[in-house]
């Protein structure tokens, strides 16, 4: 069993929809969670840093953690375009110097 | 200021050649990594700098050796790649290690 399990997709979603994309992971020692927007051939972007459980808003973009279920999600609200790209999930535990990556999402947002 | 800037970005070699790819933040990070991506993949990690120290090795083949001369700069020397070795290399950098981490655009290396 992978560290981290993430749909790969493809998803393709008319624009202004609300996107969710998450992640599952088998290690209960991961407190933290980050996601990333990697367009084609360039580096992953930072999108969001979570610590605790919970919700974390920022623009457009929401992240939640539930570690009871061990489960991560990313939502979009009013999908443009420009958001189209693959989105990593990573995790890593508080011995750190190591992250997890998902296999990543792609999502298209269609106009 | 959350950029770590990696040069050059893009590199051809030869299987005989000997390159280095360097990245350089200024953020006062104190964790730096090398990571390697395929195409429709996620990045891999090969080697993690910690304190300035090689912390983490992913059983990289020797070919790939890196270097951390200061705490702002992380280089990967490449040395008798193979057409394998083609990819995306990209470097990251974290305040602790534990902590979110930002990456470079990456070097996309192509080995002929």
Redesign the interface.
């Known amino acids: 069993q992978k560290e981290v399990e993430q749909d790969p997709g493809p998803l393709s979603v008319p624009e202004g929809a609300i996107v969710s994309l998450n992640c599952t992971y088998s290690n209960s020692a991961f407190q933290y969670f980050m996601w990333y927007r990697q367009y084609s051939r360039k580096g992953p972007e930072l999108l969001m840093y979570t610590y605790s459980s919970g919700n974390k808003e920022d623009g457009r973009f929401t992240a939640q953690v539930d570690k009871s279920s061990k489960y991560i999600s990313l939502f979009i609200r009013d999908s443009q375009p420009s958001d189209s790209a693959t989105y990593l999930c990573a995790m890593s535990d508080l011995a750190g110097n190591q992250f997890y990556f998902g296999t990543g999402t792609s999502l298209t947002v269609i106009p | 200021d959350?950029e770590?800037t990696?040069t050059p970005k893009h590199l051809v070699m030869g299987m005989t050649n000997k390159k280095s790819l360097k990245c350089e933040q200024h953020m006062g990070h104190r964790?730096m990594?090398w990571y390697k991506q395929k195409a429709?993949?996620?990045?891999e990690?090969m080697f993690?700098y910690?304190y300035e120290k090689l912390?983490?090795n992913e059983s990289v083949p020797s070919r790939f050796s890196p270097e951390c001369p200061n705490s702002s700069l992380l280089n990967l020397h490449l040395h008798a790649l193979q057409p394998e070795d083609s990819a995306?290399y990209?470097c990251a950098s974290s305040q602790?290690?534990?902590?979110?981490?930002?990456?470079?655009?990456?070097t996309?290396l192509t080995v002929v």
């Open positions: 959350t770590v990696q964790a990594y429709k993949k996620p990045p990690l993690v910690s912390s983490i995306l990209l602790r290690g534990d902590d979110e981490a930002f990456f470079g655009q990456g996309r």
